[in-house]
T-cell receptor, first 111, second 113 residues
Framework: DGGITQSPKYLFRKEGQNVTLSCEQN?????MYWYRQDPGQGLRLIYY???????QKGDIAEGYSVSREKKESFPLTVTSAQKNPTAFYLC??????????FGPGTRLLVL | GESVGLHLPTLSVQEGDNSIINCAYS??????FIWYKQESGKGPQFIID?????DKRQGQRVTVLLNKTVKHLSLQIAATQPGDSAVYFC????????????FGSGTRLQVQP
């Protein structure tokens, strides 16, 4: 897991609720990423940020939002617009956008 | 922890045997490839990488082979151990625009003692 932390490990969301997943890195990496992982599938890119105060949509951005106010932090908000949020969420960082290093993940469950 | 890939293709090997995990990548212009190992309930862990100007790269007990002609990548694990049991993903990187990895769907390796 290196210097990437994600919290909480488990998160429960009620219907209609927005929830925020935390991702912090102390590796001084410029780029950060959020992925969603469902059983039987690989990782799908939600959002990514290559520099502070800038971020881009990935392949499945609908129903999610992010911010990148600090180099170390890249929080992901799962909004009520995301109708199927149950998944394992992985945050990663990279010094130059190639090799990515992952955090331990957050498992989001819907009540 | 909860299994990550319930419907993944599975490779079952005996402890001590060599394992070969295959991956077909999608973009012939991809110029960098990585293999990751993911244990149940954990984040992926970097194993080995290779650039498109290479055919083979070796690490400790692992070798990655790249065949650009057929867009195929393989991971060979020598003397497989029970601790190697995990899901293995290949990822490709294209150095244009998005500069992000695209992941394959993964293969589950089960090592029988």
């Amino acid at each position: 897991d290196g210097g990437i932390t994600q919290s909480p490990k488990y998160l429960f969301r009620k219907e209609g609720q927005n929830v925020t997943l935390s991702c912090e890195q102390n590796l001084n990496h410029d780029a950060m990423y959020w992925y969603r992982q469902d059983p039987g599938q690989g990782l799908r890119l939600i959002y990514y940020s290559q520099i502070v105060n800038d971020f881009q949509k990935g392949d499945i951005a609908e129903g999610y939002s992010v911010s990148r106010e600090k180099k170390e932090s890249f929080p992901l908000t799962v909004t009520s617009a995301q109708k199927n949020p149950t998944a394992f969420y992985l945050c990663a960082s990279s010094p130059m956008g190639e090799t990515q290093y992952f955090g331990p993940g957050t498992r989001l469950l819907v009540l | 922890g909860e299994s990550v890939g319930l419907h993944l293709p599975t490779l079952s090997v005996q402890e001590g045997d060599n394992s070969i995990i295959n991956c077909a990548y999608s973009n012939s212009a991809s110029d960098y490839f990585i293999w990751y190992k993911q244990e149940s309930g954990k984040g992926p862990q970097f194993i080995i990488d290779i650039r498109s100007n290479m055919d083979k790269r070796q690490g400790q007990r692992v070798t990655v082979l790249l065949n650009k002609t057929v867009k195929h990548l393989s991971l060979q694990i020598a003397a497989t151990q029970p601790g190697d049991s995990a899901v293995y993903f290949c990822a490709e990187f294209l150095d244009t625009g998005r500069r992000a990895l695209t992941f394959g769907s993964g293969t589950r390796l089960q090592v029988q003692p």
